[in-house]
């Protein structure tokens, strides 16, 4: 879904005599982590009341979902010009195809933080739909101020579980 750096990473190593020092690795063992880190760096985000303005203001801070913080990381994608193969060369990739899914992650993109962010971010969390609900409608309106490109919009969900007892022996 989302790419993260992975290659050529100085990681821990154990050494002799007590000695702790370091290694380059590659590989996804070495991009989860960052992935994982954004994600608790997403949650502090909210839980400190950055949101919206990129100031911490803790009365405003909430406990995000898991929706919530998925749909910042994907949201946060910058696309990537293609995939290095080694030796191969590079393969050409465009945003959201099996080479990159999203993109390369970036927070910087994700979330606002003033002066670093080029756009401000607009969140609904926990919005739950039900069957026989009205629509939940959201409607935005760009100013002439507003010298956006695009506008990206990320819904993140998580199917209900199966409750059949059809896969059950």
């Given at each position: 879904d989302i790419c993260a750096p992975g290659h050529?990473?100085?990681?821990?190593?154990?050494?002799?005599?007590?000695?702790?020092?370091?290694?380059?690795?590659?590989g996804t063992s070495m991009a989860c982590p960052g992935v994982a880190g954004a994600a608790l760096l997403v949650r502090q985000y909210f839980t400190d009341g950055y949101h919206?303005?990129?100031?911490?203001?803790?009365?405003r801070g909430f406990t995000p979902t898991?929706?919530?913080?998925r749909a910042v990381i994907l949201n946060s994608g910058r696309t990537m010009l293609g995939r290095d193969n080694l030796y191969q060369g590079v393969t050409p990739s465009a945003m959201y195809d099996a080479h990159q899914g999203f993109g390369l992650i970036s927070l910087v993109d994700g979330i606002y933080l003033p002066g670093r962010s080029a756009?401000?971010?607009?969140?609904?969390?926990?919005?739950?739909?039900?069957?026989g609900d009205a629509p939940w409608e959201r409607t935005f309106a760009l100013d002439a101020k507003c010298k956006a490109p695009h506008v990206s919009v990320t819904l993140d969900y998580f199917d209900k579980e199966n409750a059949s007892t059809s896969c059950r022996r």
């Open positions: 050529a990473i100085s990681s821990a190593d154990n050494g002799s005599a007590r000695q702790c020092g370091t290694v380059g690795m590659s919206p303005t990129g100031s911490a203001v803790p009365a898991g929706y919530l913080i756009s401000r971010v607009a969140v609904f969390d926990r919005q739950i739909v039900r069957d």
